[in-house]
């Protein structure tokens, strides 16, 4: 009887990660792959797919075009997730930390020989996700790498990790891009030229996740949460009722990422208001109320952008805020940007 596999398709590279994958092509090629990688870039851009693909080469017993083949035995073994030398490191649940048992199972896999005879990878994500614990029980193996084992660390914030780990792998960096080429993707993933510009603006430029914020549900969480904001400024609604509504979002929303809409939006506004632009109709409103004109009074809304972008930071950093505190506060003071 032949052997039946879980397919998973070996993730196919992005149009803006060309450069990055013939940089590190080209290093595995010669020899001369450094034996950790830490990928950055903010979230959407496809980082976690690039690793993954990136596995899936080096795993690969004939590698065709540069890339893995995805027939021979070693792809499908990767391709059922029952590769024995790929160890996937990640949150038991989204959100939710790496802890020090997880990262302590490295020591049998990268202690053992390879079971196909060749490299051995580890793929850790959010890198950022790492309690204290966990991360320096990482650092003991990235200070005695053992022989061909490469890890991979796929970060969307590595400001949070520890610098003796940033400084012990070689970081390749995603940058946002080019508007033309996300529009052009996003355009073959079958969105129409308006809803994709809003999508991308909102996503801060990353193309993977422009296509969930248009999905229809998150579209109808984002313009409830608007419309909350705007009731807000109009004093039809009470600051710390809406902040209790929202203490726990949607399931297809994170807190920080409604923050993140948040600070487009104050973008958007204040895009407005300096270029004498015409934008959406309800953040058009929302300047209105503002008090004040020109840049002076834009400064208390640029203010306010600043501490989401604090709140930002700590939900991120692992800290535990009380979320209900946090967005109270927050939700006071954008009503306070709109009294006189």
């Given at each position: 009887?032949?052997?039946?596999?879980?397919?998973?398709?070996?993730?196919e590279?992005?149009?803006?990660?060309?450069?990055?994958?013939?940089?590190?092509?080209?290093?595995?090629?010669?020899?001369?792959?450094?034996?950790?990688?830490?990928?950055?870039?903010?979230?959407?851009?496809?980082?976690?797919?690039?690793?993954?693909a990136?596995?899936?080469?080096?795993l690969?017993?004939?590698?065709?075009?540069?890339?893995?083949?995805?027939?021979?035995?070693d792809?499908?073994l990767?391709?059922?997730?029952?590769?024995?030398?790929?160890?996937?490191?990640?949150?038991?649940?989204?959100?939710?930390?790496?802890?020090?048992?997880?990262?302590?199972?490295?020591?049998?896999?990268?202690?053992?020989?390879?079971?196909?005879?060749?490299?051995?990878?580890?793929?850790?994500?959010?890198a950022?996700a790492?309690?204290i614990?966990?991360?320096?029980a990482?650092?003991?193996?990235?200070?005695?790498?053992?022989?061909?084992?490469?890890?991979?660390?796929?970060?969307?914030?590595p400001?949070?990790?520890?610098p003796?780990?940033?400084?012990?792998c070689?970081?390749?960096t995603?940058?946002?891009?080019?508007?033309?080429?996300?529009l052009?993707?996003?355009?073959?993933?079958?969105?129409?030229?308006?809803?994709?510009?809003r999508?991308?603006?909102?996503?801060?430029?990353?193309?993977l996740?422009?296509a969930?914020?248009?999905?229809?549900?998150?579209?109808?969480?984002?313009?409830?949460?608007?419309?909350?904001?705007?009731?807000?400024?109009?004093?039809?609604?009470?600051?710390?009722?809406?902040?209790?509504?929202?203490?726990?979002?949607?399931?297809?929303?994170?807190?920080?990422?409604?923050?993140?809409?948040?600070?487009q939006?104050?973008?958007?506004?204040?895009?407005?208001?300096?270029?004498?632009?015409?934008?959406?109709?309800?953040?058009?409103?929302?300047?209105?109320?503002?008090p004040?004109?020109?840049?002076?009074?834009?400064?208390p809304?640029?203010?306010?952008?600043?501490?989401?972008?604090?709140?930002r930071?700590?939900?991120?950093s692992?800290?535990?805020?009380?979320?209900?505190?946090?967005?109270?506060?927050?939700?006071?003071?954008?009503?306070?940007?709109?009294?006189?």
């Open positions: 009887m032949s052997e039946t596999f879980q397919h998973i398709p070996i993730p590279l992005l149009p803006w990660q060309a450069l990055q994958w013939q940089r590190i092509g080209a290093q595995w090629r010669a020899g001369r792959c450094p034996h950790a990688l830490l990928l950055t870039g903010q979230a959407g851009l496809g980082k976690r797919a690039f690793a993954e990136f596995s899936a080469l080096v690969c017993e004939q590698p065709q075009g540069g890339q893995a083949c995805g027939g021979c035995k792809c499908r990767w391709q059922a997730g029952s590769h024995p030398d790929f160890l996937r490191i990640e949150p038991e649940k989204a959100g939710s930390p790496l802890k020090v048992e997880q990262v302590r199972q490295l020591g049998d896999f990268v202690s053992r020989t390879s079971g196909r005879g060749g490299a051995r990878l580890v793929w850790l994500a959010p950022e790492m309690n614990n966990a991360a320096n990482l650092l003991k193996n990235l200070e005695e790498p053992a022989a061909s084992v490469i890890f991979l660390l796929i970060s969307d914030s400001a949070g990790l520890l003796t780990i940033c400084s012990r070689q970081s390749i995603f940058p946002s891009p080019a508007e033309e080429v996300a052009q993707w996003l355009h073959n993933q079958g969105l129409e030229e308006q809803l994709a510009r999508a991308l603006a909102l996503s801060g430029g990353a193309p996740l422009a969930e914020l248009a999905e229809p549900q998150a579209r109808e969480v984002r313009e409830k949460f608007l419309r909350e904001l705007t009731c807000i400024a109009e004093g039809r609604t009470s600051a710390v009722a809406v902040a209790g509504r929202w203490e726990a979002p949607p399931e297809c929303t994170e807190i920080e990422q409604l923050l993140q809409f948040w600070q939006w104050i973008s958007q506004m204040a895009q407005v208001r300096s270029c004498d632009l015409t934008g959406d109709a309800q953040l058009m409103a929302l300047l209105q109320r503002l004040g004109g020109g840049e002076e009074g834009l400064r809304l640029f203010g306010f952008y600043d501490h989401l972008l604090q709140a930071k700590g939900l991120k692992g800290a535990n805020p009380n979320r209900r505190l946090l967005l109270e506060e927050l939700m006071i003071r954008w009503a306070r940007l709109f009294t006189v």
